[in-house]
């Protein structure tokens, strides 16, 4: 049987009695669209942030170009981010007529540059979109400060990490706003699409709630500029309630298998997963480095093991994004991570037995080179 880095179908079987009941609840309800499993879902997801308030989207994508919008943000403005992120972080910056502009990573932990985001700002500069990448936080008290010292939104981007604490703080609540992707593979993930946003100030919340329902505020009318179709289904609602009671139990769970990782890899000279200083991570993806990953990879299909890469291009590089200007040379340390850098399997279910024939496979792979 082939190995792979995520599947779900072990988890199902455990959780399946309260997952159909789950969608039963929803379709006995007689309300399938904003009803009572979205609005409790909202309620608990902002009171697990200690947050008054998070509006259910459609996707983690959405989630991004609705909290944008809510923030102010317009076409023409720039908007500071990474390009080693997943593509959807900077189309949603596309989305709202914004214009990308990226600033390098860290090398040991992948994670954005701070102290270069001076470099970056423009006049047109209006906000920031750090990406919680892999599992831990970006250094948010470096991301604020220097948001709040040149009149700056932050919005954050949390699609993978579900959980994961900056010196104590969870992830979505160190900035104006947080997206949140609820994406299947997701360290909290629905049966499908789903995203949230997440905020403490009541305005950005009603702002939300409007742009997600066409831009109306009444049944059938439109208020100032037009919306979108962004709700939160509420079959994926209601799920995502049963789900959030495991969370916690989810991440000790990704954290155990790191920890496995660690004990059987730690001399084979694959760079592993660094925790960031403060960092509580909650390893969604579990990334790590060789300068010979692609005959790692090829050689591990022996094994019946398909690995990913998370993300074999950095975003600056697409043909799609070369009418932002950049070229290859502009971001060194994201560029060469994105020929080392490839994922192990990683969820909370994953076997113990598929664990050490993925830990076995590779030391053999990587002994042979």
């Not at 700002?121 to 010292?149: N, S």
């Not at 609540?173 to 949230?196: E, I, R």
């Amino acid at each position: 049987m082939t190995t792979y880095v995520w599947d779900y179908l072990r988890e199902y079987a455990e959780e399946r009695e309260e997952l159909l009941d789950a969608v039963d609840t929803v379709f006995q309800s007689g309300q399938l669209v904003l009803g009572q499993s979205v609005s409790g879902f909202e309620q608990e997801f902002a009171a697990y942030h200690g947050q008054p308030h998070c509006v259910g989207v459609d996707n983690g994508t959405n989630a991004i170009v609705l909290g944008l919008q809510a923030l102010g943000v317009k076409p023409g403005d720039d908007v500071l981010t990474v390009s080693n992120t997943a593509a959807p972080t900077v189309l949603a910056i596309d989305a709202v007529g914004a214009r990308p502009v990226f600033v390098d990573v860290r090398e040991e932990d992948y994670l954005m540059r701070t102290d270069l985001l001076h470099d970056a700002l423009t006049e047109r500069t209006t906000a920031i979109v750090p990406v919680h990448l892999y599992g831990q936080c970006v250094d948010m008290a470096a991301v604020t400060a220097f948001a709040r010292r040149h009149g700056l939104k932050v919005l954050e981007d949390c699609a993978q990490a579900h959980g994961a604490r900056h010196h104590g703080r969870l992830a979505g609540t160190m900035g104006d706003a947080a997206a949140f992707s609820f994406y299947p593979t997701k360290v909290l993930g629905a049966y499908g699409d789903g995203g949230a946003v997440v905020t403490h100030d009541a305005g950005t919340d009603a702002e939300l709630r409007r742009l997600r329902y066409y831009g109306m505020e009444d049944r059938y009318y439109v208020v100032q500029t037009p919306g979108h179709n962004s709700r939160l289904d509420e079959v994926q609602a209601e799920i995502l309630r049963r789900k959030l009671r495991r969370l916690d139990a989810y991440v000790e769970g990704r954290r155990r298998v790191a920890r496995r990782y660690a004990e059987g890899l730690g001399d084979t000279g694959l760079v592993l997963p660094e925790n960031a200083l403060g960092n509580d991570h909650v390893h969604y993806v579990h990334v790590v480095r060789h300068p010979e990953r692609d005959r790692i990879i090829e050689r591990l299909k022996a094994y019946d093991i398909e690995l990913n890469i998370s993300y074999p291009w950095p975003v600056h590089t697409m043909s799609g994004f070369a009418h932002l200007g950049y070229h290859e040379g502009d971001l060194p340390v994201t560029e060469r991570l994105a020929k080392e850098i490839f994922s192990l399997p990683m969820y909370p279910s994953l076997p113990g037995h598929v664990q050490e024939k993925v830990i076995e496979a590779l030391r053999e792979v990587i002994a042979g080179l």
